[in-house]
């Protein structure tokens, strides 16, 4: 009998017929293809399915699954979705996805049969493995979110975090900034609990932030100019100080243009809290256009105190800037002008001193050009306390008047505030001594009335009514002495009213606001009036305003003006104006801008303006690239008669 050869082939060698050698061999061929081929969509051949850091602008780090395939990166749709915090429902098979992208009307599907995305009116073609599919997620090639969605994916291979970017305001990152804006509405209403406060310190000496910018132009056939801005802040003598340069090429270097202002608070004190010296904000019935440098001291505390109701505050900037709203330097909300530059804020009114400050930045790295505080009518003071302010300095005019101002306010009740003080302006010939008194009033029914008067100078009143329904009345009235000299114009009255309404009918959501100004002079009047229509049409930004201007006996001139924005496929921004005089029936002038993101964080933006009535046609076309360390632009323009 011969005997058989023993096969050591396998780990456990033994005897064993050829059909259990081949079956054991087929076995393992199977598990080492499990193995290296976890996933089957589109039948590629190798690829790792590894977990990848998320970065998120302005949000921090997070963690995602990945598939990384010849040094090409894949994201898992619902996932990234979901963190992101963007609407999708997935097929039970993960065949096809579907949904809306931050807007409701913004539809897209991605399916995984056809290869291809539907987003809007737009089809995008995939090409051959550019979507996988494993047991739980469908992978996207991740150049797709950026040609398709805007959210640009940047992958580093070292460290395997991805930084997904995008122009438009995230879901999660609108989540978070509301989620902000409500702390810090909380503070302003007094709702804060604090289980430990840690106390202030006041050093000597202690260097904090410098911020600077260039910003440069460039006209052809014109004048190039350059604007320079070198802002400090630092800690002196326990105080907060902070200094901001400014340098035009076109104008001589002027004091006038610089900014500097050291403030000392100490809340704990009841007398004397705050002391401000340096550039000051006067806060002056008279007309001062040059800055005032002085010393302010107040024991108004720094510390937030309860808010009572809302005051609608619109007004206008550049088309596309971001405002920010501060109250009492909290910023509570911000929000970005639409395409003819309007903008609406619902500032919260707190006991005590409200100023409110707007920042507006454009999309040119121009930050903190225009910083406009404003004084909301109705200063209400908790009750039974009393709160002063005193200013005193002199004026960088040609005559370096000598200005002083000291107001005393009293809560009287919960629902009534009184007040008065004295202004003196040296440069006033008149009567250079103002004293006032002023008183803020709530009524039932969401009424505000306020009023304050000035001897020989005016007198005024306004009155705010808001129904539940958001409907807002301002009425608004003043009288000036006609021998006053103390404000620069020679107006007898003024008289304004505004009606505000907001507009919510299925997909058309808008901002509705008739207003009637009037101004009578010695000799005539003066009137305007405006219907503003605001807001998303069909998701089409816009805004439609017709202004009627009646001046004396002459004609009357009422025209309109249409913008839109218009968002495309392909991160491409339409924005059409034109602007129609119905006196005339005629077209005055006609625009249309265009821009187009490039190079991920360059910017293109090319404009065409005809305005008919004077024959003059201009051109414009300008280029942005944000750098990691400062924001730089080149303009052209061409003008043709």
Not at 374 to 388: A, D, G, R, V
Request: overall charge neutral; glycine content about 8%.
């Amino acid at each position: 009998m011969k005997k058989r050869k023993a096969y050591s082939g396998f780990p456990n060698p033994g005897r064993m017929s050829l059909f259990s050698w081949l079956t054991g061999l087929l076995m393992l061929f199977l598990i080492i293809a499990q193995s290296i081929a976890p996933l089957s969509a589109q039948d590629e051949p190798s690829y790792d399915e590894i977990s990848v850091y998320i970065r998120i602008p302005y949000f921090g780090l997070g963690e995602i699954d990945a598939v990384i395939r010849d040094e090409e990166l894949f994201l898992p749709v619902t996932d990234l979705f979901d963190f992101l915090k963007i609407r999708n429902f997935p097929s039970a098979d993960l065949d096809l996805i579907t949904g809306f992208f931050i807007e409701p009307e913004a539809e897209y599907s991605i399916d995984r049969n056809g290869n291809q995305i539907l987003y809007g009116n737009k089809t995008f073609q995939l090409e051959a493995g550019d979507l996988l599919r494993s047991e739980t997620n469908l992978y996207l090639r991740s150049l797709w979110f950026g040609k398709v969605f805007g959210l640009d994916c940047i992958f580093n291979f070292r460290d395997l975090t991805v930084t997904v970017d995008s122009r438009l305001e995230l879901p999660l990152i609108r989540e978070m900034r509301l989620e902000e804006m409500r702390r810090n509405i909380t503070r302003l209403k007094g709702g804060m609990d604090v289980d430990t406060t840690i106390g202030r310190s006041y050093p000597g000496f202690r260097f904090g932030m410098a911020d600077w910018s260039v910003y440069a132009t460039e006209q052809q056939g014109g004048i190039s100019r350059a604007r320079m801005n070198l802002s400090l802040g630092t800690v002196i003598a326990g105080g907060e100080a902070n200094a901001s340069l400014n340098y035009n090429t076109g104008d001589q270097f002027s004091e006038k243009q610089q900014y500097y202002l050291w403030r000392h608070v100490n809340n704990d004190r009841t007398l004397l809290r705050q002391v401000m010296a340096g550039k000051i904000t006067s806060h002056a019935t008279a007309s001062i256009y040059d800055p005032v440098v002085g010393i302010q001291l107040t024991n108004t505390p720094t510390t937030f105190r309860r808010s009572f109701g809302t005051y609608t505050l619109t007004d206008r900037t550049e088309p596309g800037w971001t405002v920010e709203l501060y109250v009492n330097n909290v910023l509570v909300d911000y929000v970005k002008a639409d395409a003819s530059g309007f903008f609406t804020f619902e500032v919260p009114l707190v006991y005590g001193t409200t100023m409110v400050k707007l920042k507006f930045y454009g999309p040119w790295g121009e930050e903190r050009i225009r910083e406009q505080s404003l004084s909301i009518p109705y200063n209400f003071i908790p009750h039974k306390e009393l709160e002063y302010f005193v200013s005193a300095g002199v004026v960088e005019d040609s005559l370096w008047s000598r200005f002083s101002r000291a107001s005393i306010s009293y809560g009287a009740t919960r629902f009534l505030t009184v007040g008065g003080g004295a202004e003196y302006l040296s440069s006033v010939t008149t009567g250079p001594l103002m004293p006032f008194v002023n008183a803020s009033v709530r009524l039932p029914g969401n009424v505000l009335v306020s009023g304050d008067y000035t001897y020989g100078v005016r007198t005024r009143g306004t009155l705010s009514y808001r129904l539940p329904s958001n409907i807002q009345l301002d009425l608004d009235y003043t009288r000036y002495d006609k021998d006053q000299e103390a404000i620069s114009y020679n107006y007898l009255e003024e008289r304004r009213a505004s009606l505000s309404l907001p507009v919510r009918i299925k997909k058309f959501t808008a901002y509705s606001r008739l207003s009637y100004y009037q101004i009578v002079l010695p000799a005539s009047n003066y009137s305007t009036a405006e219907w503003l229509i605001a807001g998303s049409i069909f998701g089409v930004n816009t805004n439609l305003t017709t202004y009627g201007v009646f001046a004396g006996e002459n004609d009357p001139s009422i025209y309109s003006m249409l913008s839109l924005a218009v968002r495309l496929p392909g991160e491409i921004l339409i924005m059409p104006q034109m602007q129609y005089d119905y006196t005339d029936n005629e077209v005055i002038t006609a625009k249309l801008g265009l821009e187009k993101r490039i190079f991920q964080k360059g910017y293109i933006n090319l404009s065409f303006e005809q305005n008919f009535r004077h024959e003059i046609r201009m051109g414009e076309i300008g280029m942005r690239y944000d750098f990691s360390f400062c924001t730089g632009r080149t303009l052209g323009q061409a003008n043709q008669q």
